[in-house]
């Protein structure tokens, strides 16, 4: 083939020299703008994984980067004073401009042609005077091609929210480092590390509204790296910044990143009777931010991944290897650019965590892309681990009111730490979500509830949800659905919490909820949300709805005299669940259900003090939310669900999740349960593993309240990579529950981890110890002539 690629950076120049290599008749021609061995930037970063696969594709050219490579395996973590290591991470650093040179050097050994200076404003010009059979596309980030083709390519590209500038810097740092300072404005960061014997790289970052709040948009070059100087100045032992972009003037090294995707990475052109396939590659598709260091690495990997397809399928056409490509290579940039656009959002509002003690703060910092996650920092630095598990320890036993946990040979896992909220003090942070069973005769919870619940209880999880209870049989969503509206419900309920209470160390809580518009439903294996076939029962929401177009049963907008009666019904309900010895009680203002549809704007379009503004819609949700906390014991917690985005244009976002969270704890909410959707068939949820589990993140850090994380959370890693990290208080674990009622024993097993049951001096302590075994007590009284008391003195001697 006659090849073109048009963009003489490291995709551009990898992609010619495998080719070549894999086929010396192939004409293979570069064509760069700037001169022979010139470039800018300062040093690329990449893993010891990246560098494997580099020798793969061609060791040699691989042996000569080794050999230029500054290696490091420390990430430094500078914040509020404190130096916080880890180790194992095996980095590698290099000139960009040495990487090119490298590059540049094996395509003109393999007999590759390079045209330096040469801006190429028209690629058809350029495909025609070498008469190319394929046009590779790696003109980087401001892609003319990309632009040209647009409506083939179909790129989005999003400008982020953080201003930075690319510095160098002669102090030489051992690990990789970054370095947080605040100012007056806010809080600026430093991302620094040496890639080569004298240089290191040193990116400065700050958000936007920072930047502009320190007047670095109106300060020349000098100004800017002398502000970057005197902040970071005990990072820097007396070093300058240096700028290798002394071409531009004022403010204009500071840019925002901009994150690309594109659908589509193959335009097809037709010249007579020739179709030419113009390919993107490297950062003219996609883009990943810096804050990982892949954007090289995916344009190297891209190259070799191209010319795998080729070797591999080039026999059956070039349509065939095209689309080989880009379905192998689309799916592993999605991987980076999920992953990277985590860690760009993390130090986009690093001042979120700023209230976090450095230890936590450099913890969040190190799993903020979601890749690297609590069993992995243990293979890369076990000591590390185990020291801040043994910190988290020492929080969590502190903040639950007990002795500090007992020395011993293993730190705890975090999931594994006790947690207290008012006077309740669970065991561990594992919750069994509440999940509909639609197993209920007319609202009672029978024997298939004992066996559920009791066994999950029995499972090792320190919270069990009891699914969502019904404040009256019109709340319910199916005829299978329990209540706590009827005597026999709280006699039921009652069975189910002492058995609880007397065969496991556990806590039960109880979810009461109305179902709304998305009432009177078939059970789930009839016909998930289909109407009843018979005995429909009226509907109410916070405006006229059907939840199915054209399916469900329409409900009519709730009354003031609706509105009054269902608050009533909550505060019965209330009252039974405390009748029944719930230790905690949560309320169900998710998934569409009554009291969401009065919050979300896709469900309200009330006129009326309930409608409106965001105020407005959440004020019924809080009325009811005040008259159960009144009624709800005061040593006892109330928990309320959000769905903290709608996932539909128009619906409620993660900005707003934060705001209905700070109204809820201001009316005395002790913690947000952060679900997300259901409240409308329209909605396009991005699920993967702990997806909601950002919400939680947020509404923690921002509204300041504790937080349960629910989604695709199914391994101890999960949940102890976001207990650790400070992005949830409680992970709540709902289908792999169903599977596995012991999950929590197991997961700790898999962990090594083998004491999940506390020792008896913290079973909650001695008063909690009086309160789980109240009932034995009374019993025993009853039975010897001996008071409580003395049976409890009886008990604490031994």
């Given at each position: 083939m006659n090849i073109t690629c048009i963009g003489g950076g490291p995709a551009g120049l990898y992609f010619a020299l495998l080719m070549k290599k894999q086929d010396p008749a192939h004409q293979i021609t570069v064509v760069e703008r700037n001169r022979p061995y010139d470039t800018f930037g300062w040093g690329v970063v990449f893993s010891d994984q990246t560098l494997g696969n580099l020798v793969n594709a061609d060791e040699q050219t691989a042996r000569t980067i080794l050999q230029a490579f500054n290696h490091w395996d420390d990430i430094d973590t500078h914040f509020k004073g404190a130096t916080v290591t880890s180790g194992g991470h095996g980095f590698c650093g290099i000139g960009r401009k040495r990487l090119l040179n490298i590059?540049?050097?094996?395509?003109?050994?393999?007999?590759?042609?390079?045209?330096?200076?040469?801006?190429?404003?028209?690629?058809?010009?350029?495909?025609?005077?070498?008469?190319?059979?394929?046009?590779?596309?790696?003109?980087?980030?401001?892609?003319?091609?990309?632009?040209?083709?647009?409506?083939?390519?179909?790129?989005?590209?999003?400008?982020?929210?953080?201003r930075f500038v690319w510095l160098g810097t002669k102090k030489l740092f051992s690990a990789f480092t970054f370095a947080f300072e605040e100012t007056e404005h806010g809080w600026f960061q430093a991302h620094a590390y040496q890639y080569d014997g004298d240089t290191s790289t040193f990116i400065v970052e700050t958000p936007e509204e920072v930047w502009r709040k320190a007047g670095l948009d109106e300060m020349s070059q000098q100004?800017?790296?002398?502000?970057?100087?005197?902040?970071?100045?005990?990072?820097?032992?007396?070093?300058?910044?240096?700028?290798?972009?002394?071409?531009?003037?004022?403010?204009?090294?500071?840019?925002?990143?901009?994150?690309?995707?594109?659908?589509?990475?193959?335009?097809?052109?037709?010249?007579?009777?020739?179709?030419?396939?113009?390919?993107?590659?490297?950062?003219?598709?996609?883009?990943?931010?810096?804050?990982?260091?892949?954007?090289?690495?995916?344009?190297?990997?891209?190259?070799?991944?191209?010319?795998?397809?080729?070797?591999?399928?080039?026999?059956?056409?070039?349509?065939?290897?095209?689309?080989?490509?880009?379905?192998?290579?689309a799916v592993e940039v999605l991987k980076i650019q999920s992953a990277a656009r985590n860690s760009m959002e993390w130090f986009e509002n690093v001042e979120r965590y700023t209230a976090m003690e450095a230890q936590q703060f450099a913890y969040s910092m190190l799993t903020r892309s979601q890749r690297l996650s609590h069993e992995n920092l243990r293979v890369r630095d076990a000591g590390y681990v185990d020291r801040y598990e043994r910190w988290i320890a020492e929080q969590a036993y502190a903040q639950a009111g007990l002795p500090p946990p007992p020395a011993g040979r293993h730190s705890i896992p975090p999931m594994l730490t006790p947690f207290k909220l008012r006077g309740t003090v669970l065991k561990n942070r594992i919750?069994?979500?509440?999940?509909?069973?639609?197993?209920?005769?007319?609202?009672?919870?029978?024997?298939?509830?004992?066996?559920?619940?009791?066994?999950?209880?029995?499972?090792?999880?320190?919270?069990?949800?009891?699914?969502?209870?019904?404040?009256?049989?019109?709340?319910?969503?199916?005829?299978?659905?329990?209540?706590?509206?009827?005597?026999?419900?709280?006699?039921?309920?009652?069975?189910?919490?002492?058995?609880?209470?007397?065969?496991?160390?556990?806590?039960?809580?109880?979810?009461?909820?109305?179902?709304?518009?998305?009432?009177?439903?078939?059970r789930a294996w009839d016909g998930i949300d289909q109407p009843l076939e018979s005995g429909n029962w009226p509907l109410v929401s916070a405006s006229e709805q059907q939840y199915l177009p054209g399916v469900s049963q329409t409900a009519r907008a709730a009354t003031a005299g609706d509105m009054e009666r269902i608050k009533s019904?909550?505060?019965?309900?209330?009252?039974?669940?405390?009748?029944?010895?719930?230790?905690?009680?949560?309320?169900?203002?998710?998934?569409?259900?009554?009291?969401s549809s009065f919050i979300s704007p896709l469900t309200n379009h009330r006129q009326d003090e309930y409608g409106g503004s965001l105020e407005n819609r959440c004020r019924y949700p809080l009325e009811v939310f005040r008259a159960v906390r009144a009624a709800w014991p005061q040593d006892k917690p109330i928990s309320v669900r959000i769905s903290a985005h709608d996932w539909?244009?128009?619906?409620?976002?993660?900005?707003?999740?934060?705001?209905?969270?700070?109204?809820?704890?201001?009316?005395?909410?002790?913690?947000?349960?952060?679900?997300?959707?259901?409240?409308?068939?329209?909605?396009?949820?991005?699920?993967?593993?702990?997806?909601?589990?950002?919400?939680?993140?947020?509404?923690?850090?921002?509204?300041?309240?504790?937080?349960?994380?629910?989604?695709?959370?199914?391994?101890?890693?999960?949940?102890?990579?976001?207990?650790?990290?400070?992005?949830?208080?409680?992970?709540?674990?709902?289908?792999?529950?169903?599977?596995?009622?012991?999950?929590?024993?197991?997961?700790?097993?898999?962990?090594?981890?083998?004491?999940?049951?506390?020792?008896?001096?913290?079973?909650?302590?001695?008063?909690?110890?009086?309160?789980?075994?109240?009932?034995?007590?009374?019993?025993?009284?009853?039975?010897?002539?001996?008071?409580?008391?003395?049976i409890a003195a009886k008990l604490l001697e031994g």
């Open positions: 590059l540049q050097s094996r395509c003109e050994e393999l007999g590759v042609k390079l045209v330096f200076e040469t801006d190429v404003a028209d690629d058809q010009e350029i495909t025609a005077a070498y008469n190319a059979d394929l046009v590779i596309a790696s003109d980087g980030l401001n892609s003319r091609i990309r632009t040209r083709y647009a409506a083939s390519f179909q790129p989005n590209i999003e400008q982020r929210q953080c100004e800017s790296i002398a502000f970057c100087e005197r902040l970071f100045a005990k990072h820097l032992d007396g070093n300058a910044l240096i700028s290798n972009a002394t071409h531009l003037r004022g403010s204009a090294a500071w840019i925002t990143f901009p994150r690309i995707i594109c659908n589509n990475w193959v335009h097809w052109n037709q010249k007579d009777d020739k179709r030419i396939p113009v390919v993107l590659m490297g950062d003219a598709a996609h883009s990943a931010h810096f804050s990982i260091g892949s954007g090289t690495k995916l344009a190297l990997e891209d190259a070799i991944e191209l010319a795998r397809c080729f070797e591999q399928h080039g026999g059956q056409g070039m349509e065939q290897v095209l689309d080989a490509y880009q379905q192998v290579r919750v069994v979500s509440p999940m509909a069973q639609y197993s209920a005769v007319d609202g009672v919870a029978g024997d298939y509830h004992l066996v559920h619940l009791g066994a999950r209880a029995m499972g090792g999880a320190g919270l069990v949800f009891a699914e969502m209870t019904c404040v009256s049989a019109d709340a319910r969503i199916t005829p299978g659905c329990p209540g706590m509206y009827a005597p026999e419900h709280t006699a039921a309920w009652k069975r189910i919490v002492e058995f609880v209470h007397n065969n496991t160390s556990a806590r039960i809580a109880l979810q009461l909820g109305h179902a709304g518009a998305k009432g009177s439903t078939r019904d909550f505060v019965s309900a209330t009252v039974a669940a405390a009748e029944a010895g719930f230790d905690w009680l949560e309320l169900h203002c998710a998934h569409g259900y009554l009291l539909v244009e128009g619906g409620i976002t993660p900005d707003d999740a934060v705001a209905i969270a700070r109204l809820f704890k201001e009316a005395g909410a002790d913690m947000i349960d952060c679900s997300s959707g259901q409240v409308s068939k329209q909605e396009k949820p991005v699920y993967g593993r702990m997806f909601q589990t950002p919400f939680a993140d947020r509404v923690r850090n921002e509204a300041r309240i504790p937080t349960i994380a629910v989604g695709a959370i199914f391994e101890a890693d999960h949940a102890n990579s976001i207990i650790a990290a400070g992005r949830a208080d409680l992970c709540a674990i709902a289908r792999p529950h169903l599977a596995n009622p012991a999950w929590t024993l197991n997961e700790a097993a898999k962990i090594g981890y083998l004491d999940v049951e506390w020792p008896q001096q913290y079973t909650a302590g001695k008063v909690q110890l009086e309160r789980n075994l109240e009932r034995e007590r009374q019993i025993a009284a009853a039975n010897s002539g001996m008071t409580p008391q003395q």
